[in-house]
């Protein structure tokens, strides 16, 4: 336990050294750091919405729009059951008001057209599980005659509303704090009015241009036997659609969507073999499957890649890609396939969102609060430093200074995660400080109670370590599991909150059992002391 082969001391300085030069930006002026050699790292703490400001944004949620949605899916589902069921005909399918409507062609078809279409109408919502009973019907079939109405109900249009918005909450969280370390505030005001809150935010147009972005990706069929002169006169025919290319002019495409942007797991910027900025995505199982479906019957074919309603690239299939993987070319430079890739693993905003109000806003706290906190952090670090040093002697001083590396290690972290401190953070810090003072009180008493039972120092130092170890890491693995649940279940303040306790956790385990004993074996081991001074 007590001895330190070369690489281990290597290991030592290494860390030390990475924590020091990573938390050094935090103490230099923006004109120090813009002086920085290249490879030095330049990213510092920034400060929450409660301690610096940042940017309010009160945002309006388009619902009307869901109920648009949910008309189309339902002709869409009507003009599948006609191509799926043999000699079953619907005619003048329409959207009005929150109907479809459309009729049979023949009697006899009456009732099978009611058995293929009775099951649109048992779809619950609402967070109800439909076994158990309850639950909101969406969807209500009636028919008089030949002529069958779908009504969307007026507790259904409400329920999917609400998710609406709250996907649209969860897009922002995505878009704006992809890594959770932001502390951002997205909370919903009213039934379609969000709130978000981003600390340190100075560039609120960018902002707004990455949460207004519908980034809706969709990949269609593109309509090769349509003249020009069918496309100028809005001669389309039945599901097809003319869309913007993006470089200019129109193109037309069927409006069914082969595969869209729910079904990407992950997208980011690259390159393509000609070297221009292309964006490479991968499909899940299910996107993989349609995907390749598509392209194996489709070979030589040109299908569409649209963004929000304009195609940015049509290529032509030259073999069946069944590897759920591809590349997008023609979304821009370098920077906006960057935004691009944030865009789409974020996933597509459910719904338009207006900004109704922006404001820069300053700290919640006010100076004298943040002056008080800072003067209790300060008042209780120095009363734990004079504690260990009274109680344990030259072993607290031990600690003590595996105390002050610890804390640099910490922000040095934080600051390569791009993290914001907040007082949530702040709490997270100092708890990981009480726990890494614990490790050592219990490793200074099992040493203790060694020495007082006879054992020589070099024994008395092996057996505290030895035996506290197993108690030291159970502690700190329970806690690091604590603070991933309250990563993965939280969001805002509680990631802050989980993000600073687990890095705080790893850096004291590595103060507290590796640095001091360090400190501690290499000084008994030069000084060969009869009795431990603690």
Known sequence: MLTFPRWKKLFILLVCLGGILTAL???LTEEQRSELPAMMPSDTLSLGLDLQGGVHLLLEAETDDVVDTKLKNLAEQVRDIRKSVAHLNFRNIRISGTSVTFEVTRDEYIERAREELLPITQTTTGGVNPLLGGGVQEVTLEREGRKFTLNLTP?????????AVARAMEVIRRRVDPNGTREITVQREGDDRIVLQVPGEDDPEALKRIIQTAAKLTFHDVVTDLSQQDMQRGRLGAGVSLLPLKEGGMIAIRDRVIVDGADLTNAQPSFDQNGRPAVSFTFNTSG????????????????AIALDEVVISAPTIQSAILGG??????????????????????????????????????????ADSIAAGEWAAVIGFVGVII???????????????????????????LSLFGATLTLPGIAGIVLTIGMA??????????????????????????????????????????????????????????????????????????TAVVLTRFFLASWVTRARPEKLPI
Do not use: C, W
């Not at 507790?155 to 998710?163: F, L, S, T, Y």
């Not at 993989?288 to 299908?303: D, L, Q, S, V, Y």
């Not at 009274?390 to 607290?396: E, P, Q």
């Not at 008493?445 to 159970?474: C, H, L, V, W």
């Open 325 to 366: 993987s591809g590349i997008i070319t023609g979304a821009g430079d370098v920077t906006e396939t960057q935004e691009l890739a944030t865009l789409l693993k974020a996933g597509a905003l459910p719904i338009p969102l207006e900004v109704l109000e922006q404001r820069t806003v300053g700290p919640d706290l006010g």
């Open 25 to 27: 930006p935090n103490f």
């Open 155 to 163: 507790e259904g249009i409400n329920v999917q509303k609400r998710d």
């Open 288 to 303: 993989a499957r349609k995907f390749g479906n598509h392209t194996r019957a489709n070979i030589g074919r040109p299908f």
């Open 387 to 413: 504690f260990m040093t009274v109680s344990y002697g030259l072993f607290g001083i031990a600690a003590n200074i595996a105390l002050v590396v610890n804390l640099i290690l910490i922000m040095g972290a």
């Open 437 to 510: 003072v614990d490790a050592n009180v219990l490793v200074f008493e099992r040493i203790r109670e060694e020495q007082n039972a006879g054992a020589k120092p070099f024994t008395a130092m092996e057996q505290g370590y030895g035996q506290a170890f197993s108690t030291i890491m159970d502690a700190n693995i329970t806690t690091f599991i604590a603070a991933a649940l309250l990563y993965v279940l939280g969001s805002g303040p509680v990631q802050g909150f989980a993000v600073t306790l687990g890095v705080g956790i790893v850096t004291s385990i590595f």
